[in-house]
Structure formats: C-alpha cells, structure tokens
C-alpha cells in the first residue's frame, strides 16, 4: 500500500545530540514537509520541499536542517542548537506542490532528557 | 502574514450537532482545508472549500464565505469517536507558501 513512513515512532535523546528522524513516501508525491506540534500550539511549518536537491525554510527552521537527495525521502535532522526539541514532529507530502491535500505520516515523538 | 482563529475546546453530547468555527485573515486564499486529528495521531484529510457555499459528506459539513473570512465544521449526529481535534488550514495563493494551520479545536463528545 502506498503511504508515507516516518521513523522511529518514539526516540529519546540526551541533550546536546543530533538526532535524524526519516520521513519516505511511495506516493510519487513531488512535494514534502515537515511540521512540529506542541500542546495548544497546532501545526508549525519547519522546512518544506517541493523537488529533488531543493528546501526551502518554514516559520521555525532555526535548530534544524534537512536534505531531499531522492524524491521519496526528507529526513529532518534535529541539532544541538535547537532549544526545545521536545515535540511530536509530523511528515507530510502533497502530489502537485502546494495543492493543500497533505498525507501524514504517523508521527515522530522526540524526548529529550 | 496569516491569521487563523479557532476555538480551543468544545463539548457536545452524542447524537447533537456542533459547529466549529474558523476565522482567518490572510494576504491571498486558494483554499481552506479542514483535518480530524485523534490524540496522539496523524491529521486525516475531511474538507476542502475554495468557493463561497456548502460542502457536504456525510454526517460531515464545511461551510465557507470568502467575503466574511470565515469557515465552519459542522458535524451531525455525533458519535463517541468524533472525540478528536479539529485543525483549520488555509493555502495562500501569494507566493508558494504551504498550508497554515490553525491552533486546533479540541471536541469532546459525552454521552
């Protein structure tokens, strides 16, 4: 079945580690993008993508980078220099960029102790 | 910039109707999207509205009204499982910006 496919579901971490959370879909989606959800404050664009070997930042890009080598894969990496990584971050991917309709995937809960 | 306003809770018995409401000011609209989010899961896609009027699907509804910068949900006969958040999000057609989301209306259905 053709979805997208976030990992790990739950990841811990110490503070001061990089952690890379995987995002792959098989929709043949020209577009992906990454948000972050907290309590009470929805869903917050991070970096998106709407071709191979291109990004562009979102609203809260600081602390985090990302790549898109192959059309069905944009990992996100979380770096030392994000102050808050605690957070549910969600992958999604659209067919024509921009079109609205996202597909999710189920999510990357990150923990930092 | 965008703006997008919805409430952040809303209680409902089952079996009722409720109406949840979205205001948003932004600088170009090409859409207004609706997605039901359950607890510790993805959004799932419900409406898309790009002209003024009534969407309807199901026990499901969106109204919309460009004019007004305003959308509604409207969810009838309202089951347990309806228990969920309710995310309001619009495209804006100035520049290739992606959906903007608005902060969620949390709904509890009680019996």
């Known amino acids: 079945d053709g979805g997208i496919t976030q990992s790990p579901k739950y990841l811990f971490r110490k503070e001061g580690q990089n952690v890379t959370l995987s995002c792959e879909q098989n929709?043949?989606?020209?577009?992906m993008y990454w948000y972050r959800q907290d309590p009470g404050q929805g869903l917050r664009l991070i970096y998106y993508?709407?071709?191979?070997?291109?990004?562009q930042k979102g609203d809260i890009a600081e602390g985090y980078s990302v790549s898109r080598e192959k059309k069905e894969s944009f990992p996100l990496t979380v770096t030392s220099a994000q102050k808050n990584p605690t957070a549910f971050y969600l992958c999604?991917?659209?067919?024509?960029?921009?079109?609205?309709?996202?597909?999710f995937g189920e999510g990357s809960r990150l923990t930092v102790l | 910039g965008q703006n997008i306003d919805q409430p952040t809770e809303m209680t409902a018995t089952e079996g009722a109707i409720v109406q949840i409401n979205c205001t948003y000011q932004?600088?170009?609209?090409?859409?207004l999207f609706w997605y039901q989010q359950h607890a510790g899961e993805a959004p799932t896609f419900l409406s898309y509205?790009?002209?003024?009027g009534l969407e309807e699907k199901g026990r499901f509804s969106s109204f919309l009204s460009r004019s007004k910068g305003y959308s509604y949900l409207l969810l009838k006969e309202l089951q347990m499982k309806d228990s969920a958040s309710y995310l309001c999000?619009?495209?804006?057609?100035?520049?290739?910006?992606?959906?903007?989301f608005g902060k969620g209306t949390r709904l509890s259905v009680i019996a």
């Open positions: 999000a619009v495209r804006d057609n100035s520049g290739n910006t992606p959906l903007v």
């Open positions: 509205n790009v002209l003024d």
């Open positions: 929709l043949n989606h020209d577009a």
């Open positions: 999604a991917s659209s067919k024509v960029r921009h079109t609205g309709e996202l597909f």
């Open positions: 993508s709407q071709i191979v070997n291109d990004f």
């Open positions: 932004t600088s170009g609209f090409n859409g």
